[in-house]
């Protein structure tokens, strides 16, 4: 029944996914949204990590000219992760990633490789029932927020002796971090939904990334196998980003949106936790900017 329903969901979105995207070098590829997954085992700490990998295929045109060239970018973020049980309904999320990010164009390939831009916030549980052994449906509220600091660089000029705000390891910029998650479980059947806003400000550079909005929700099912767990999962992850500001004027081959669909494997194990997931874009509206397929990995250690 289980691998009946999932290989028709499957079957479904993949009718929808579109294989031929572009992408663009001066839209912001490298900031996207934050998604944490699925997290179930709310009462348990965890310290782990987190790789994150996404590429771009790119064709603009240059600046004062009708010469259009093409670039190839690729992002790839390893990125420690921490979740702190403060008490029965509070928790500390810590997010410190190194990123390696790339760009080729005319034979020329710019690397920025080094810390980027760590992230805290605290999620509150507004309602949480998964303790009470009379209700068949378990739900699990969390609002939370917190900030995004300036800890990567972004002021590294490229092989051609450009500044390119997008392909930087950090935004140099302080960041105000909303977010909410809901969960609803009845028996082995789930649905998690993931609501997580940016509001981003000026840095010294005077350049401000658009405020960026994920929203997350993705189905899945709680299997129990002879000492280990697994949990399979699909869904769908939409991102928006606003345009971004340049002394205090629009850059125009900025924002949009984008819908994808994710696929993922959580395997659960004593301790420990190894999750993979997989993006396909779906549905892009940017000027220029459009994802090719996004991998993530996950390993973490519950305690």
């Not at 960026?212 to 129990?224: C, D, E, G, M, V």
Request: aromatic content about 14%.
């Amino acid at each position: 029944m289980v691998k009946t329903i999932f290989k028709g969901l499957i079957i479904i979105s993949l009718l929808l996914t579109k294989s031929q995207v572009s992408a663009c070098d001066v839209c912001g590829c490298s900031m996207g949204g934050t998604n944490l997954g699925i997290l179930p085992q709310f009462h348990k700490n965890f310290i782990g990590v987190h790789y994150f990998y996404r590429g771009f295929s790119s064709e603009h045109t240059i600046l004062g000219t009708e010469t259009k060239s093409t670039s190839q970018e690729l992002f790839q973020t390893t990125e420690l992760r921490g979740r702190f049980h403060l008490n029965k309904r509070v928790q500390l999320f810590v997010l410190l990633p190194i990123n390696i990010n790339q760009q080729t164009e005319n034979s020329v390939t710019s690397t920025f490789t080094g810390l980027g831009d760590i992230s805290t916030f605290a999620n509150y549980s507004i309602y949480n029932n998964g303790d009470s052994l009379g209700k068949k449906w378990k739900h699990n509220l969390q609002l939370g927020g917190g900030i995004k600091l300036p800890t990567g660089s972004y002021k590294k000029l490229d092989e051609n002796n450009i500044l390119n705000p997008n392909i930087q390891t950090g935004t140099g910029s302080f960041d105000i971090l909303i977010d909410a998650i809901y969960t609803v479980r009845y028996k082995k059947w789930g649905l998690n939904n993931t609501v997580f806003y940016r509001f981003n400000t000026t840095n010294s550079n005077d350049f401000k990334f658009g405020n960026r909005f994920t929203l997350a929700t993705s189905f899945f099912y709680w299997a129990n196998i002879k000492g280990y767990s697994l949990l399979p999962s699909i869904g769908i992850n939409y991102e928006k980003a606003d345009k971004d500001l340049h002394n205090s004027f629009i850059v125009d081959q900025s924002g949009g949106s984008s819908l994808f669909t994710t696929y993922g494997l959580d395997f659960y194990y004593k301790s420990f936790t190894l999750g993979v997931n997989f993006q396909l874009p779906v549905f892009q509206d940017n000027p220029i900017t459009q994802s090719k397929l996004k991998i993530g990995a996950t390993l973490l250690y519950n305690f």
